[in-house]
């Protein structure tokens, strides 16, 4: 269990009563005025900040009358981001949301080792005015993508269009695809992997597919859009379009991993030397296409982002084959 500051935190107790019996963990602790919102709570909920009965519930367990529940708010963190005018590449834009691009290499927001230079640095010097439902250190953070993936984003300028977003996540009608370039020969056209994904015990920096109590359902769907023959340091080559029905850490590079097809150039999970990844120095990952309903007008909206160079280059290289 996670270790915290009992001196400084808050710690709200209730028994379930016989009208709440029934309710989802993060709906029941999202309820509490002074969490105030299911965003929140499912935060609380994967701290190990909740308690049902003494034990780590998940956010879909169901209350049953009569349980304790145990809820230690954190204190504010004390976090103050500075805006840094970094160059942004901005799709769209209005008085609730931002569609960008994130180049490869940005972190989407502070975090050990990198406490500036991050995309929530140049989004508070681009409008200052973010969503806070993820706290502090995150503004505006809807989804996230990993340092070295690029492409399409979407930020929540205001707490409603973040909230409203984020549940539109959780219900599985954001349309999210990424293009990743796969070490190996996929026959299928289509296909899914279904396994859930937790943290690696021995390093906290990696996931894993695993079946164990904090094991978090993941489903990917991926097409392929072209294959290439194996050449004289490979085994050949497969680009998919993946679309992710779930958002876990690092969840396509862990389940391409978990099929035997890892992505190129991936420094976790990857395999094979600089030739065999075309000396690619990060994972061929990218965010192309990002569909969703605007949170307030209700309008459809549709965005699509081609390979960056350096991805480029390297479908260049392979189109002989």
């Known amino acids: 269990m996670v270790e915290r500051d009992q001196v400084t935190e808050q710690i709200i107790e209730f028994v379930v009563t016989e009208e709440q019996a029934g309710t989802r963990l993060d709906a029941l602790v999202g309820a509490i005025p002074e969490v105030e919102t299911r965003s929140r709570a499912v935060r609380y909920i994967e701290e190990e900040c909740v308690l049902v009965n ?27 981001l500075e805006p840094e005018f970094i160059p942004l590449d901005i799709r769209f834009e209005d008085e609730e949301i931002i569609v960008l691009s994130k180049a490869a290499g940005m972190v989407v927001h502070p975090a050990p080792g990198h406490q500036t230079g991050t995309l929530v640095n140049a989004l508070l010097a681009h409008c200052m005015e973010l969503g806070k439902l993820q706290g502090a250190e995150r503004p505006g953070v809807v989804h ?33 695809r990424y293009l990743a370039l796969v070490h190996g020969w996929i026959a299928p056209q289509t296909g899914i992997v279904d396994a859930p994904i937790d943290r690696a015990p021995s390093d906290k920096l990696r996931m894993r597919v695993h079946d164990g109590p904090r094991a978090k359902e993941a489903q990917t769907t991926f097409k392929v859009c072209e294959r290439y023959e194996p ?11 993946c679309k992710l ?29 600089l030739p065999a990844n075309h000396y690619l120095q990060r994972q061929f990952l990218h965010s192309h296409k990002l569909s969703f309903t605007h949170p307030t007008t209700g309008e459809e909206m549709h965005f699509e982002d081609t390979l960056p160079e350096d991805l480029q280059a390297v479908i260049g290289d392979l189109e002989p084959r």
């Open 231 to 241: 050449g004289r340091y490979d085994d050949g080559f497969t680009l998919l379009e």
């Open 54 to 80: 003494g034990e780590i519930k998940p956010k879909k367990h169901l209350v049953t009358q009569g349980q304790r529940i145990s809820v230690a708010i954190p204190p504010p963190r004390m976090t103050t």
């Open 144 to 176: 996230r993508l990993d340092m070295d993936t690029s492409g399409l984003m979407v930020v929540g300028k205001t707490d409603r269009a973040q909230a409203r977003l984020q549940d539109a996540i959780r219900a599985r009608v954001v349309d999210r």
């Open 245 to 273: 029905f779930t958002g876990r850490t690092h969840q396509i590079r862990v389940h391409m991993r978990y099929i035997g097809h890892a992505i190129v150039g991936d420094p976790t999970y990857g395999r094979g030397t």
